[in-house]
C-alpha cells in the first residue's frame, strides 16, 4: 500500500483547505481510511476515519462539525475538507489506512499504512 498525500499550505483563521490522498498496490474500496495530525511537541492524534464503503465516518471531537472526510473508490482517494480552520489545527496531516477489509475503528485506534505528511498552517 502507498499513500500520497497532498494539499496543505497556509490559511488564515476561519479559512478553508482540502487534502487529498491517493491510494495504490492494493483494492482501495477493501480499506478503511483516516486522516491523523502531528503538532510541534506533540503526539499524533486521530482527526477522522470513513469506513471502506464510505458509509460510516467518525472525527475527533475536536473537529467535528468542521471538517468532513470522504473517499471516490473510483478515484483510489480519500479527501479531508476542512473549515473554519483555527491556529490549534496546525500540524503534520497524515493519511492512513487500515489493514485489509478492517473497520473504521481499526483505522482509528491501529492503523497500518502511512503517507508522508503534508503541513497545514492556520494563521491568526
Known amino acids: 500500500v502507498q499513500l500520497q498525500a497532498s494539499g496543505g499550505g497556509l490559511v488564515q483563521a476561519g479559512g478553508s483547505l482540502r487534502l487529498s490522498c491517493t491510494f495504490s498496490g492494493r483494492t482501495f474500496s477493501r480499506y478503511a481510511m483516516g486522516w491523523f495530525r502531528q503538532a510541534p511537541g506533540k503526539e499524533r492524534e486521530f482527526v477522522a476515519a470513513i469506513s471502506w464503503s464510505g458509509g460510516t465516518t467518525h472525527y475527533a471531537d475536536s473537529v467535528e462539525g468542521r471538517f468532513t472526510i470522504s473517499r471516490d473508490n473510483a478515484k483510489n482517494t480519500v479527501s479531508l475538507q476542512m473549515n473554519s480552520l483555527e491556529p490549534e489545527d496546525t500540524a503534520v496531516y497524515y493519511c492512513?489506512?487500515?489493514?485489509?477489509?478492517?473497520?473504521?475503528?481499526?483505522?482509528?485506534?491501529?492503523?497500518?499504512?502511512w503517507g508522508q505528511g503534508t503541513q497545514v498552517t492556520v494563521s491568526s
Open positions: 492512513a489506512a487500515a489493514v485489509l477489509d478492517s473497520s473504521w475503528y481499526t483505522l482509528m485506534t491501529a492503523p497500518a499504512y
